[in-house]
């Protein structure tokens, strides 16, 4: 009898345990065994479904490139399911439209010819996107911040750079004459006008169309905007269309209309291809002019042209994908809502236009050991949990490499984001051990109720923007319980490294290390942040705290009022968890209340407390017992090594008893059975780039030679 039951329980683990096999060169007509795979991976689905036990099935991906024109969707019948590749090889699932050497063909059109570089002439060719269909070919809005819905072109592995001038960084507007009606909304409001510095505007050709792409006025607030005239006599130029407070920045003395420091480049510009691997199309005929890189014709070239999610996982529990590669689409990588214990594990999303990974809802989905790099807006996104109770959701990004993000949407879309800026409320979520770096902008936005970012290292980020943050926070006063622990923020002139901006409340901020950042803590106005234990060296100013909710009217500010009426901050869970911000319910929100910087240690500051306020205004909050070392040697293990572990010996510990040490050794990217490679720390600090706009190409090339 024991033998009968033991056969039959053998019998169901291998039902259960299904296996199905998938490979570039399979047949849907065969039974998805190693030695007849299947083609596709929705026929393996379908396979593991019809098993009638998902759970502990896996379709294994075999080497190679899969090609995808459709978004995998999987669902509650699949829990259980891992999507994971066999073993020595990368299974590419590849989502872009690929092309042929042969599709393009000389440029003879002696028009074109004579608009071209010289360089260029004899070198571009031309492909006709109406013959093959391509979708995402129309052109560009008047007025855009987000890529403007134009596919992405690709040789190889590699991101083709669109046509810009200059080719690397940015110019600037030598005057502006008209900051354009920006305050109307009918649709021929004046556009902006400036006088360019530069005779080389003359070339362009506006009536093909002519974009801009520029800080116009602010460094977080980046557009794109159609030219609407070029007078060559003057260099002169006006917009079409304006834009969200003008052109000029706000931040010009005496009136002026520009500081002369607002960044600009060119694109799309025919006359502007003048090197290999750039594009441009001419959106009335359109044709794509295209300069192919070394390697042509024998490389693979493709088109992102596909703008749905790659995989989807909705309802699902248990289900994992491991070890896959996610490229060449338009859209998002993967996208997670609801479910439970659902995990991406050990994979690469690159070359996407979209975003990384999305989780929304759900409990304990996650994304651990992964790389992203060359997405065209964020890495991870997470969401979860119910604010109103305040019951945590669990999601998580763990052991993951982002950098080289936000090549179209080069501001708020960042390396990790978690319930902020519309993107859905986060409660309970954790951000651990993730490397971010070399970004246009911030590394996490973040926003919502007690989530968890710890052992992160932050590194070269803000490379064309700025009054930003390493970790940034915004505007609310109820996130509150959100902890920022143990996490290493290094190279950042351009940015702040703990930034709680315009009134953000109830952050704890301790045993953090910043090296070489604008701020190293930031605290805008808001109420109950703890800022303590933190070591922060050569930063232009250690710690901040200012009063600016008197002047800006938090009192009334109806954004903030409305986020502080949508919780029951009386009652229980609420008052429970946070009895403080109960106060702002009948207390002073216009001044800082209950903000307490101590026991931090400060090194080579420039200036290490900016308390940027009268002190009457600042009485509500606490400011004691911070070490300024001033040059005097702390006793780093490793300071040129980016080691600041503190020696036991260390003048630290004799001068602040309290200060406890950091553990400096588990910050940052852990080898795991999903990561056996670290990629190195580097030391080098960015040049101040001071805004400049992010030049996609040379950082793709950057990235791909980061991983091996």
Same mark, same amino acid.
């Given at each position: 009898?024991?033998t009968i039951l033991a056969t039959?329980?053998?019998?169901?683990?291998?039902?259960?345990?299904?296996?199905?096999?998938?490979?570039?060169?399979?047949?849907?007509?065969?039974?998805?065994?190693?030695?007849?795979? +299947?083609?596709?991976?929705?026929?393996?689905?379908?396979?593991?479904?019809?098993?009638?036990?998902?759970?502990?099935?896996?379709?294994?991906?075999?080497?190679?490139?899969?090609?995808?024109?459709?978004?995998?969707?999987?669902?509650?019948?699949?829990?259980?399911?891992?999507?994971?590749?066999?073993?020595?090889?990368?299974?590419?699932?590849?989502?872009?439209?690929?092309?042929?050497?042969?599709?393009?063909?000389?440029?003879?059109?002696?028009?074109?010819?004579?608009?071209?570089?010289?360089?260029?002439?004899?070198?571009?060719?031309?492909?006709?996107?109406?013959?093959?269909?391509?979708?995402?070919?129309?052109? *560009?809005?008047?007025? +855009?911040?987000?890529?403007?819905?134009?596919?992405?072109?690709?040789?190889?592995?590699?991101?083709?750079?669109?046509?810009?001038?200059?080719?690397?960084?940015?110019?600037?507007?030598?005057?502006?004459?008209?900051?354009?009606?920006?305050?109307?909304?009918?649709?021929?409001?004046?556009?902006?006008?400036?006088?360019?510095?530069?005779?080389?505007?003359?070339?362009?050709?506006?009536?093909?169309?002519?974009?801009?792409?520029?800080?116009?006025?602010?460094?977080?607030?980046?557009?794109?905007?159609?030219?609407?005239?070029?007078?060559?006599?003057?260099?002169?130029?006006?917009?079409?269309?304006?834009?969200?407070?003008?052109?000029?920045?706000?931040?010009?003395?005496?009136?002026?209309?520009?500081?002369?420091?607002?960044?600009?480049?060119?694109?799309?510009?025919?006359?502007?291809?003048?090197?290999?691997?750039?594009?441009?199309?001419? +959106?009335?005929?359109?044709?794509?002019?295209?300069?192919?890189?070394?390697?042509?014709?024998?490389?693979?070239?493709?088109?992102?042209?596909?703008?749905?999610?790659?995989?989807?996982?909705?309802?699902?529990?248990?289900?994992? =994908?491991?070890?896959?590669? *996610?490229?060449?689409?338009?859209?998002?990588?993967?996208?997670?809502?609801?479910?439970?214990?659902?995990?991406?594990?050990?994979?690469?999303?690159?070359?996407?236009?979209?975003?990384?990974v999305c989780i929304e809802g759900?409990?304990?989905?996650?994304?651990?050991?992964?790389?992203?790099?060359?997405?065209?807006?964020?890495?991870?996104?997470?969401?979860?949990?119910?604010?109103?109770?305040?019951?945590?959701?669990?999601?998580?990004?763990?052991?993951?490499?982002?950098?080289?993000?936000?090549?179209?949407?080069?501001?708020?879309?960042?390396?990790?984001?978690?319930?902020?800026?519309?993107?859905?409320?986060?409660?309970?979520?954790?951000?651990?051990?993730?490397?971010?770096?070399? =970004?246009?902008?911030?590394?996490?936005?973040?926003?919502?109720?007690?989530?968890? *970012?710890?052992?992160?290292?932050?590194?070269?980020?803000?490379?064309?923007?700025?009054?930003?943050?390493?970790?940034?926070?915004?505007?609310?006063?109820?996130?509150?319980?959100?902890?920022?622990?143990?996490?290493?923020?290094?190279?950042?002139?351009?940015?702040?490294?703990?930034?709680?901006?315009?009134?953000?409340?109830?952050?704890?901020?301790?045993?953090?290390?910043?090296?070489?950042?604008?701020?190293?803590?930031?605290?805008?106005?808001?109420?109950?942040?703890?800022?303590?234990?933190?070591?922060?060296?050569?930063?232009?100013?250690?710690?901040?705290?200012?009063?600016?909710?008197?002047?800006?009217?938090?009192?009334?500010?109806?954004?903030?009022?409305k986020r502080l009426e949508s919780?029951?901050?009386?009652?229980?869970?609420?008052?429970?968890?946070?009895?403080?911000?109960?106060?702002?319910?009948?207390?002073?929100?216009?001044?800082?209340?209950?903000?307490? =910087?101590?026991?931090?240690?400060?090194?080579?500051?420039?200036?290490?407390?900016?308390?940027?306020?009268?002190?009457?205004?600042?009485?509500?909050?606490?400011?004691?017992?911070?070490?300024?070392?001033?040059?005097?040697?702390?006793?780093?293990?490793?300071?040129?090594?980016?080691?600041?572990?503190?020696?036991?010996?260390?003048?630290?510990?004799?001068?602040?008893?309290?200060?406890?040490?950091?553990?400096?050794?588990?910050?940052?990217?852990?080898?795991?059975? +999903?990561?056996?490679?670290?990629?190195?720390?580097?030391?080098?600090?960015?040049?101040?780039?001071?805004?400049?706009?992010?030049?996609?190409?040379?950082?793709?090339?950057?990235?791909?030679?980061?991983?091996?």
């Open positions: 009898m024991k039959l329980l053998l019998s169901a683990c291998i039902v259960r345990a299904a296996d199905f096999y998938v490979s570039p060169n399979g047949n849907d007509a065969g039974d998805g065994s190693k030695d007849h795979p +299947f083609a596709t991976l929705e026929r393996a689905r379908t396979a593991a479904r019809d098993a009638k036990a998902a759970s502990g099935s896996a379709i294994w991906l075999e080497p190679g490139l899969h090609r995808r024109t459709e978004t995998f969707q999987l669902d509650a019948r699949d829990s259980g399911l891992t999507v994971r590749s066999v073993g020595g090889g990368v299974a590419r699932l590849h989502a872009g439209r690929r092309l042929k050497a042969e599709e393009f063909h000389p440029v003879t059109d002696a028009a074109v010819l004579s608009r071209l570089d010289p360089l260029a002439r004899g070198k571009v060719v031309q492909l006709d996107l109406a013959a093959l269909k391509i979708e995402h070919a129309a052109p *560009f809005p008047t007025a +855009f911040h987000d890529g403007g819905g134009l596919f992405d072109l690709y040789f190889g592995d590699e991101s083709m750079p669109l046509s810009r001038w200059p080719n690397a960084g940015s110019t600037t507007m030598e005057k502006v004459l008209d900051r354009g009606d920006f305050k109307s909304k009918a649709p021929d409001a004046k556009g902006g006008v400036f006088v360019a510095r530069e005779d080389r505007v003359a070339r362009w050709r506006v009536e093909g169309g002519v974009w801009l792409q520029g800080y116009w006025r602010v460094p977080w607030e980046p557009w794109t905007i159609r030219v609407k005239s070029i007078d060559p006599a003057t260099r002169t130029i006006a917009f079409a269309a304006p834009i969200p407070g003008g052109i000029g920045s706000k931040y010009a003395k005496g009136g002026q209309l520009g500081d002369g420091k607002e960044n600009w480049c060119a694109l799309n510009l025919l006359e502007e291809i003048d090197r290999p691997g750039e594009w441009c199309v001419n +959106f009335a005929t359109k044709t794509l002019y295209f300069w192919p890189p070394e390697g042509w014709p024998h490389g693979e070239i493709s088109i992102s042209d596909c703008d749905k999610p790659m995989v989807t996982v909705k309802d699902a529990s248990h289900v994992t =994908l491991r070890g896959l590669q *996610f490229e060449g689409g338009l859209g998002n990588g993967v996208e997670i809502a609801s479910g439970t214990d659902n995990l991406i594990a050990g994979c690469t999303l690159r070359n996407l236009g979209g975003k990384g759900g409990s304990n989905n996650g994304v651990r050991s992964c790389d992203f790099y060359t997405l065209g807006q964020g890495g991870i996104y997470l969401a979860g949990g119910d604010r109103a109770t305040l019951k945590p959701c669990g999601n998580f990004a763990e052991n993951n490499d982002l950098h080289h993000l936000g090549l179209r949407q080069k501001t708020y879309a960042v390396a990790i984001h978690v319930g902020a800026f519309g993107g859905g409320e986060a409660v309970g979520c954790r951000v651990a051990h993730n490397y971010i770096h070399d =970004l246009p902008h911030a590394g996490v936005l973040y926003g919502g109720n007690d989530n968890l *970012f710890e052992y992160n290292e932050v590194a070269r980020i803000a490379l064309t923007s700025g009054d930003v943050g390493a970790f940034y926070t915004w505007n609310d006063w109820t996130s509150w319980g959100n902890i920022l622990r143990y996490n290493f923020v290094h190279d950042c002139p351009r940015a702040n490294a703990f930034y709680m901006d315009d009134g953000d409340s109830g952050d704890s901020v301790f045993g953090n290390v910043a090296y070489r950042v604008s701020y190293g803590s930031m605290i805008g106005g808001g109420h109950f942040n703890g800022v303590r234990n933190n070591l922060i060296i050569e930063a232009e100013r250690g710690l901040h705290l200012d009063a600016r909710g008197i002047a800006r009217g938090y009192a009334k500010n109806p954004k903030m009022l919780v029951n901050a009386g009652a229980p869970p609420w008052s429970e968890r946070y009895p403080s911000l109960a106060k702002l319910l009948t207390g002073p929100r216009d001044l800082p209340t209950g903000n307490v =910087l101590e026991n931090n240690v400060l090194v080579r500051c420039k200036k290490p407390l900016l308390l940027a306020a009268a002190a009457n205004e600042l009485r509500l909050s606490t400011v004691r017992d911070n070490l300024d070392l001033g040059d005097t040697d702390p006793g780093f293990v490793d300071a040129a090594r980016l080691n600041f572990a503190l020696k036991p010996g260390s003048p630290v510990f004799k001068k602040l008893p309290a200060f406890e040490p950091i553990p400096f050794a588990k910050i940052g990217l852990m080898r795991d059975e +999903f990561r056996q490679h670290l990629p190195e720390r580097s030391a080098a600090a960015p040049a101040n780039n001071a805004g400049g706009v992010f030049d996609s190409n040379t950082d793709v090339q950057r990235s791909n030679q980061s991983h091996p």
